[in-house]
């Protein structure tokens, strides 16, 4: 018979990763696992809050499924990797191995456990360990999506250090901070950072300042189960320097307030994001000092894909009809790997869509906020249609942004195989879950894999990437920006982008942006003050967590979670 492959992992989040692999040792013994009920109630919560955003029992997620582990593998094998996973890939485990190697992402200590927390967790598993594994269908799969590989370009970019962030903790365990999005204050173009964990730093002759901790100014914030929970976005109103208003996005518990976007009350809700007004009484402080007005909490599934990205079209002035409108990009809330597939791709319901509010309107459902009346829906005559809703058919949409000739681009982060770059109309369908970029994904089925676009596609109407790359050359798009400044001409009419894990840096030109059609990524490489660097190299990590920031000049940034960094490019030349 041949043996089944198992592995673990724990990702920078605390969250546990299992997979199939070779050479599992010893099978487990079932006297081995608690079987008292409120030991298995404690873990059971512990699963939700630490776990659950990334796997199920039945099907693969972030990483793979859970259903028969504990038949897999030995107690003392998973208590000794997640105990130190380190020690274990220097030991040369070959399960290790191949788990790092299949994830591209470290596998930090989740000693933080105690022996009774995580014996909880594993009675919790064995108790739901399904009796036959899914049908895989492989065979029916493509195996390698896209065969063609991206092309290194002679770009080399040039990164000078701007500055280094507090720790997120005091643990010192990577990655070091939870930084995400940098953007800046219209008043007088000054940078803005955010932390996860709650903080919101000014940047102040060029070393952060704390402007803002929502984890004070909000009581029931959380930035549990980790990954993307926390405080997730914020945008300043494009007339801050007058009104003093800028938003932001953030996670609460469950029951925190009454939604205004829900589902049926047998799904598990597992955060509430919450989109908040905040108004300063003076927008040229170091400091924040004002009130604040909730405009819409959304129940998710899970703590993964949530709202993570809020912005105002930079492009638009005064008596634009874009002005002050905010677009929001929210995620599946990873309903489809839970078994919810329903809840996306709807016209009717909020996830997995980018919607376009006016906030300083009322005509919404709960009267706080605007819904503008040239949004694609609103003339509809569907009573159950969300009038919000700008464009739908997305798994994350992590970053929304415009090249300069305003066309709208949403980079959306895939499941298994695809991630994408979106070219957005309002009212189209972009697919999600029943696409994965130019393939078809089956939602009931395996999802792990994508299949072959059906001979006659048009009627089903989606709209495909201008660009996509698929999870041989990374598993997690960053979206980036068209760079607009003017000290750099090597970068005129390019996006650049790159991968959140490798660190790896991509762009396509924006002359072949063109619906319909697949623009060519390009990768490039960077030197950090003149020296032939790699991002891992800088940050000490096979993770390096990446994000890209554009200041009020359009001259771009990068900031590395792995060691909480902030680099601004410089320069650019062409090298063969």
Request: glycine share 10%; aromatic share 10%; charged share 25%.
């Amino acid at each position: 018979m041949q043996q089944k492959k198992i592995f673990i992992s724990v990702c920078l989040s605390g969250i546990l990763y299992f997979s199939n692999s070779c050479n599992t040792g010893s099978s487990t013994d079932n006297n081995s696992f608690s079987s008292d009920a409120a030991v298995i109630a404690v873990g059971k919560s512990l699963f939700e809050k630490n776990c659950s955003a990334c796997h199920s029992f039945k099907q693969d997620g972030i990483g793979p499924g859970l259903g028969r582990i504990t038949n897999e593998v030995t107690v003392e094998w998973l208590q000794r990797f997640i105990r130190n996973p380190q020690e274990m890939i220097l030991s040369g485990d070959g399960r290790v191995a191949e788990l790092r190697k299949k994830f591209k992402s470290p596998m930090p200590s989740f000693a933080a456990f105690k022996d009774d927390d995580l014996n909880a967790i594993l009675a919790f598993l064995h108790a739901n360990k399904v009796s036959t594994p899914l049908s895989k269908d492989d065979d029916k799969g493509i195996r390698d999506p896209i065969p063609e590989k991206i092309k290194l370009s002679s770009l080399v970019v040039n990164l000078e250090p701007i500055t280094q962030f507090p720790p997120s903790n005091d643990s010192g365990s990577l990655p070091l901070t939870r930084i995400t999005k940098l953007s800046f204050g219209p008043d007088a173009g000054a940078l803005f950072v955010n932390d996860l964990r709650g903080k919101l730093y000014k940047l102040k002759n060029g070393r952060p300042v704390l402007y803002m901790e929502i984890a004070k100014l909000r009581p029931a914030f959380i930035d549990a189960p980790g990954l993307a929970t926390g405080f997730g976005s914020f945008a300043f109103h494009p007339h801050f320097a007058d009104n003093g208003i800028f938003y932001t996005t953030h996670t609460e518990a469950p029951g925190s307030g009454k939604a205004d976007f829900s589902y049926d009350d047998s799904i598990r809700i597992t955060v509430q994001w919450v989109l908040t007004e905040w108004k300063t009484t003076n927008p040229s402080a170091d400091s924040f000092s004002g009130t604040a007005k909730e405009l819409l909490r959304i129940n998710m599934v899970e703590g993964a894909h949530g709202v993570q990205e809020i912005t105002f079209n930079p492009l638009s002035k005064s008596g634009d009809k874009d002005y002050g409108l905010l677009y929001i990009g929210v995620g599946d809330g990873a309903s489809v790997q839970e078994g919810y597939s329903f809840l996306p791709h709807s016209k009717e319901r909020v996830w997995g869509t980018i919607l376009r509010i006016d906030p300083a309107g009322s005509n919404s459902a709960n009267g706080k906020y605007g819904i503008p009346l040239d949004n694609p829906f609103v003339t509809d005559n569907n009573s159950k249609m969300l009038k919000e809703i700008y464009a739908y058919g997305f798994r994350n949409p992590h970053r929304i942004t415009w090249s300069k000739t305003g066309e709208m681009l949403a980079c959306n982060i895939g499941q298994a195989n695809i991630e994408a770059i979106y070219l957005i109309s309002p009212g189209r369908d972009y697919g999600w879950p029943v696409r994965e970029g130019n393939f078809v994904f089956n939602p009931d089925g395996n999802l792990n894999n994508v299949y072959p676009l059906p001979a006659n596609d048009s009627i089903n109407k989606i709209t495909y990437p201008i660009a996509e790359y698929d999870h041989d050359e990374g598993v997690a798009i960053s979206g980036g920006y068209e760079y607009w400044g003017k000290t750099i001409p090597h970068l005129k009419r390019k996006f650049l982008f790159g991968d959140i894990p490798s660190g790896r840096l991509f762009y396509i030109n924006t002359n072949d942006i063109k619906q319909g059609t697949l623009a060519p990524i390009r990768e490039w490489r960077i030197t950090i003050s003149k020296l032939s660097r790699t991002l891992k190299e800088v940050c000490g990590s096979d993770r390096v967590d990446l994000r890209f920031g554009r200041d009020a000049q359009g001259e771009l940034y990068i900031l590395t979670k792995a060691d909480g960094r902030l680099y601004k490019m410089t320069s650019a030349t062409e090298k063969k």
